[in-house]
């Protein structure tokens, strides 16, 4: 039966043999030590090439290491190959391949990676082949807080979905009113409260990312507001959840902008709020 440890061995086995692999690294949870991996974690990889077209199209390589039950190739912003595989027993590995040169050192080729604040958060190396040795050491880029023109973008767009998220509801169309309500309005409120907690504690202050581990992070008063913005998929529930939301949106974006010295839209608020409560879900 195939484990983590497994997969660890026989890529790094794989990886020694490859003319173009100079390096594999583990990243995530399975590399870090504060909040680290538990029995569900997948296996997150990246791997330095001088070739990243060998891994573009053809996924067979993958075969090396176990059954294959589920693969997929996406293409990451950089351009580069991400494999995502589900090995038998459901042991999900997730390859990430990034064009490298073949001399210098590993810490040389991870100086400008774009996800420095993955490596930061811990790194494990399987295999290195670079000629020279440095240390690893990464510090996460500061926390970067929202320009007056960026914090007015998402405060609008997040009254702009609510207002579609309303009208879905009282046409009945609750598939629409559920994918604007958790999906657009809910990346916008992570935002937020991610702003909220660092005008609050710091820009050092940890608030991981989507949303991550924030039971660790938000205030008391927020989290205890997030079990009121959900609801099952009735047109009562879900226009409930989108008022408990939109409150908390309000809320929050109203500490942001008085701690960044921003205007809040306040007469656009009033109206819009005004409206809302007069929706009927029909």
């Known amino acids: 039966m195939l484990t983590y440890t497994d997969l660890e061995n026989r890529i790094k086995q794989w990886a020694l043999t490859r003319a173009d692999i100079q390096a594999v690294l583990v990243v995530g949870s399975r590399a870090r030590e504060v909040n680290p991996a538990d029995d569900l974690s997948d296996l997150d990889l990246i791997l330095l090439t001088t070739d990243t077209g060998l891994y573009r199209a053809d996924g067979s390589w993958l075969n090396t290491f176990g059954t294959v039950l589920l693969s997929a190739v996406d293409v990451l912003e950089s351009g580069d190959p991400e494999w995502i595989v589900i090995y038998d027993q459901v042991i999900k590995g997730d390859f990430s391949f990034f064009q490298a040169d073949d001399d210098g050192s ?155 010295g921003y205007d809040y839209p306040q007469a656009a608020d009033d109206q819009l709020s005004a409206w809302l409560q007069t929706v009927s879900v029909g």
């Not at 992070?217 to 507001?225: F, G, N, Q, V, Y």
């Open 106 to 260: 590993l810490a040389d080729q991870l100086f400008n990676f774009p996800f420095q604040n993955v490596l930061a958060r811990g790194i494990r190396v399987l295999v290195d082949k670079y000629p020279q040795s440095k240390s690893l050491n990464f510090a996460p880029r500061p926390f970067q807080l929202p320009t007056a023109s960026r914090f007015e973008h998402d405060v609008v767009n997040f009254w702009i979905v609510a207002t579609r998220v309303a009208k879905f509801i009282q046409r009945g169309d609750l598939w629409r009113a559920v994918t604007m309500l958790y999906c657009k309005m809910r990346a916008y409120l992570v935002t937020m409260m991610e702003w909220h907690a660092h005008v609050l504690n710091g820009l050092d202050y940890d608030t991981w990312y989507d949303g991550r581990f924030l039971d660790d992070w938000l205030d008391a008063e927020t989290l205890s507001s997030l079990s009121t913005i959900f609801g099952r998929y009735a047109a009562a529930e879900l226009r409930t959840a989108l008022h408990n939301m939109f409150n908390l949106f309000r809320r929050l974006a109203q500490v942001v902008a008085h701690n960044l």
